[in-house]
T-cell receptor, first 112, second 115 residues
Framework: KAGVTQTPRYLIKTRGQQVTLSCSPI?????VSWYQQTPGQGLQFLFE???????NKGNFPGRFSGRQFSNSRSEMNVSTLELGDSALYLC???????????FGEGSRLTVL | AQKITQTQPGMFVQEKEAVTLDCTYD???????LFWYKQPSSGEMIFLIY??????QNATEGRYSLNFQKARKSANLVISASQLGDSAMYFC????????????FGKGTRLHILP
């Protein structure tokens, strides 16, 4: 069974731009969560989707948004990028609500 | 307040020795789950072990075991017979099932296995 796939793996953007990251969960998994990882703040929860509905949301500004499609694939979007948005963005899928998370390799975003 | 506390930012352990990574948590939710993840330098988070708050026995998965002390709110990860490939960041995490049900992570412990 293929694991969680995140694209792109690496990207560089400039301040003010916007970015869309994609996540394809493990086949059969209906829950997708997103995390931001930085050296200073560690792993911070962004949001979680289950069957196309947002179940949970972390404490991030409205510039961070996400969605989930009917095939469980998920995207997250960050608008008006700031230097502080530079981070590793990790996507994780779960077979069920409240299950353990299986992570992708992440998308490393650098904002210049 | 910190929900998950990992007090060891870094550890050095000799190969083949056992190692204990500390994790304490804070919750008033009676239903919760505790997780440990490993993150090698490649960046991918690898699920290691899970312990439910109602589980009577400590969870074990191969060389990994979770020393669950509920009254002390402690969920330490024990790795037996450490290997060079165990060098990585290790994260303790918790999901409060009756609350908002999202998984939150500790700051992590960087483990170095010495040959």
């Amino acid at each position: 069974k293929a694991g969680v796939t995140q694209t792109p793996r690496y990207l560089i953007k400039t301040r003010g731009q916007q970015v869309t990251l994609s996540c394809s969960p493990i086949s059969g998994h209906r829950s997708v969560s997103w995390y931001q990882q930085t050296p200073g703040q560690g792993l911070q929860f962004l949001f979680e989707y289950f069957s196309e509905t947002q179940r949970n949301k972390g404490n991030f500004p409205g510039r961070f948004s996400g969605r989930q499609f009917s095939n469980s694939r998920s995207e997250m979007n960050v608008s008006t990028l700031e230097l502080g948005d530079s981070a590793l963005y990790l996507c994780a899928s779960s077979e069920r609500e409240s299950g353990e998370l299986f992570f992708g390799e992440g998308s490393r975003l650098t904002v210049l | 307040a910190q929900k998950i506390t990992q007090t060891q930012p870094g550890m050095f352990v000799q190969e083949k020795e056992a190692v204990t990574l500390d994790c304490t948590y804070d919750t008033s939710d009676p239903s919760y789950g505790l997780f440990w993840y490993k993150q090698p330098s490649s960046g991918e988070m690898i699920f290691l072990i899970y312990q439910g708050s109602y589980d009577q026995q400590n969870a074990t998965e191969g060389r990994y075991s979770l020393n669950f002390q509920k009254a002390r709110k402690s969920a330490n990860l024990v790795i037996s017979a450490s290997q060079l490939g165990d060098s990585a960041m290790y994260f303790c995490a918790m999901r409060e099932l009756d609350r908002d049900d999202k998984i939150i992570f500790g700051k992590g412990t960087r483990l170095h296995i010495l040959p």
